[in-house]
């Protein structure tokens, strides 16, 4: 089993690297292999969550919102406004959470990094193998969104297809930054921050509950920076069907150059992480 | 032929050194490792071993000096180096939540080995550490010792050209280091090169064909546990215990006693001898009778704690 001797293998020197592509995907499939574990324990909770929020929210407050009049969101019921915006928030969600304690949880509790680390993985392998699963798990919680989305009829056009790549890229404009930051964290203290300041605030104001011309003058460039606010006005136009493209080229701009920071800054941060 | 098989030379370092900020790990040391043997770094808590062991692994690259794995730079080609390096960390880093055979097959794909021959090679491995009926169990509530074996196999699954164990049984009951030696023994008779770090002497004792004392980042020796027994130990040892009260007169009086090194601890008295009987009839005639006495052998603790003296550092 294990080899007399080895002498005659080819030499360690010059020899070809395997592609990054081939070290990424072969990161990815630790984390399929350990997300078989809790797949169904985490689908369900992706199609409860959109039924309890589209159903309290979208037809609860949604009747109440409606009986006043919907000038404001531009005429449509509550519900069709609604909904595409906790699409692209739940996206957020997923990123965050799959960025932040999975990834510190890599360095410190499973060790999962460091494991992989002595392989022929490097860190930026390893991190772009645990980024393309976070994206997976967004796409997986989109879609399941989608659907059940469509199933309370809250979408008003075709467009709303469109609304799906949308959302993901919200999710991963989050998951690639925040994963970059998580890697470098020592402590898990400013997890909680980052969700209690960070997370809670962007679903309240960016546009996701209300439409932010109710917001005072002053506060409305602020909610126009954030990255939520982008993402929640690309579903919301793809899926209301009122798509002004130049508007959203915009949107997919914003949140496309803070995911490709993200994607950037993580291959530095996890080498200079793991590789001391 | 086998001549020049022997003498192939795995790793090599010249005035390797490793620091981190002001502090300095590694502190330009030198060595060959060459393919078949079994290399032991020694050293207390702090001394470089685990820094030495990050940069022959290819995760830590060298703040200055040479470094040469397999023939290659550890820099410039760590990817290549790793897939012919097998990695046993100090703490284990199983994920406990997937089966034993799923930690392997985990690995394996590390490596881009293909489906079949990791299965191939895990059935082989678990029978080789012991693991085989566990093989479907999750890993969380194995043992310790159990655990470490796991650890073995895993760094088993690509054959690697080059095993890398740090602290392999540090944390493990008597019965489970016996077992993870009687493993790593039999590697070693398989040609499997070794490098290890240890501070169980008896470890390094059984295993290592070579080994260095390291202490602040240096060498404070080098040598087979035998060559390095007979130059800074000496055949017996002979350990004197006084009654409390006149512990301190007989220091000073086996102070001229022609021993080839006396130490004198807080409550022993340590004759450095080539016959211990004979030096304890002539004990018993110059100076106090002892409380206890006993004459053993010197040992590779004896020249650790000679090197690195007896201070505690953690």
Redesign the interface.
């Known amino acids: 089993m294990i080899s007399e001797l080895t002498a005659d293998r080819p030499a360690v020197r010059g020899s070809p690297e395997p592609p990054a592509q081939a070290l990424i995907f072969r990161a990815f499939r630790c984390w399929l292999t350990v997300y078989r574990r809790t797949w169904r324990s985490s689908i369900w909770s992706s199609i409860l969550g959109p039924i309890c929020y589209l159903g309290a929210m979208g037809f609860g407050l949604g009747s109440l919102v409606d009986k006043h009049g919907t000038a404001s969101l531009g005429g449509v019921p509550y519900l069709a406004f609604l909904a595409p915006a906790i699409l692209a928030s739940s996206a957020m969600t997923t990123g965050m959470d799959e960025s932040t304690f999975p990834v510190y949880g890599s360095m410190k509790w499973n060790k999962i990094y460091i494991g992989a680390q002595a392989s022929p993985l490097r860190p930026a392998d390893i991190f772009r193998g645990h980024l393309l699963f976070m994206i997976m798990r967004i796409c997986l919680n989109v879609a399941i969104f989608m659907v059940v989305m469509c199933a309370f009829g809250a979408e008003r056009s075709a467009w709303v297809v469109l609304a799906i790549p949308a959302a993901v890229l919200t999710g991963a404009a989050f998951a690639a930054p925040l994963a970059a930051w998580s890697v470098t964290r020592k402590t898990e203290t400013s997890f909680n921050v980052v969700f209690r300041f960070g997370m809670i605030p962007l679903m309240l104001f960016s546009g996701t509950f209300f439409p932010l011309s109710q917001l005072p003058a002053w506060l409305r460039p602020l909610a126009y920076a954030t990255p939520l606010w982008h993402g929640v006005a690309l579903c919301r136009a793809f899926s209301l069907g009122q798509v002004n493209w130049l508007e959203a080229l915009g949107h997919v701009l914003y949140l496309a150059v803070l995911a490709g920071t993200g994607v950037w800054a993580g291959a530095r941060t996890y080498s200079r992480r793991l590789y001391v | 032929m086998s001549a020049s098989?022997q003498a192939?030379v795995l790793v090599r370092a010249r005035g390797l050194i490793k620091r981190?900020g002001s502090f300095t790990a590694v502190d330009g040391i030198d060595f060959d490792l060459y393919?078949?043997e079994a290399f032991g770094f020694l050293g207390p808590n702090g001394a470089g071993k685990s820094s030495t062991m990050r940069m022959i692994?290819c995760?830590?690259?060298p703040s200055g000096g040479e470094l040469t794995?397999?023939?290659?730079d550890p820099v410039k080609?760590?990817?290549?180096?790793?897939?012919?390096?097998g990695?046993v960390?100090q703490?284990d880093?199983?994920?406990?939540?997937?089966t034993v055979r799923?930690n392997l097959?985990?690995?394996g794909?590390?490596?881009?080995m293909p489906r079949k021959v990791i299965r191939e090679?895990t059935e082989?491995?678990l029978e080789?550490v012991q693991l085989e009926d566990r093989a479907k169990d999750k890993v969380e509530p194995l043992s310790g010792g159990m655990k470490r074996r796991l650890t073995i196999a895993r760094?088993?699954i690509?054959?690697p050209?080059i095993l890398i164990l740090d602290e392999p049984t540090t944390g493990l009951d008597p019965q489970a280091r016996h077992v993870v030696w009687d493993r790593l023994f039999r590697?070693k008779q398989?040609?499997?090169t070794l490098i290890l770090t240890t501070h169980y002497m008896d470890e390094a004792e059984q295993l290592c064909d070579r080994l260095v004392v390291m202490d602040h980042g240096r060498f404070a020796a080098e040598g087979s546990p035998r060559d390095l027994i007979a130059r800074y130990c000496s055949p017996e040892v002979l350990e004197l215990r006084f009654d409390p009260q006149l512990h301190d007169a007989a220091a000073e009086k086996l102070k001229d006693f022609s021993a080839e090194r006396t130490e004198v601890l807080a409550d022993r008295i340590l004759l450095y001898v080539p016959d211990g009987d004979a030096a304890l009839t002539e004990v018993r005639s110059q100076a106090f009778e002892p409380v206890t006495s006993l004459v053993r052998r010197g040992t590779l603790e004896d020249v650790f704690l000679h090197l690195t003296g007896r201070r505690l550092e953690d």
């Not at chain 2, 080609?77 to 390096?85: F, P, Y």
């Not at chain 2, 880093?93 to 997937?98: G, R, S, W």
């Not at chain 2, 794909?109 to 881009?112: N, V």
């Open positions: 098989a192939e981190f393919r078949g692994g995760v830590s690259p794995i397999l023939g290659a080609e760590g990817s290549a180096i790793r897939a012919r390096l990695v960390p703490d880093t199983l994920d406990v939540e997937l799923e097959l985990v690995y794909r590390y490596f881009g090679r082989q491995l080789f760094s088993l690509n054959d050209d590697l398989r040609g499997v």
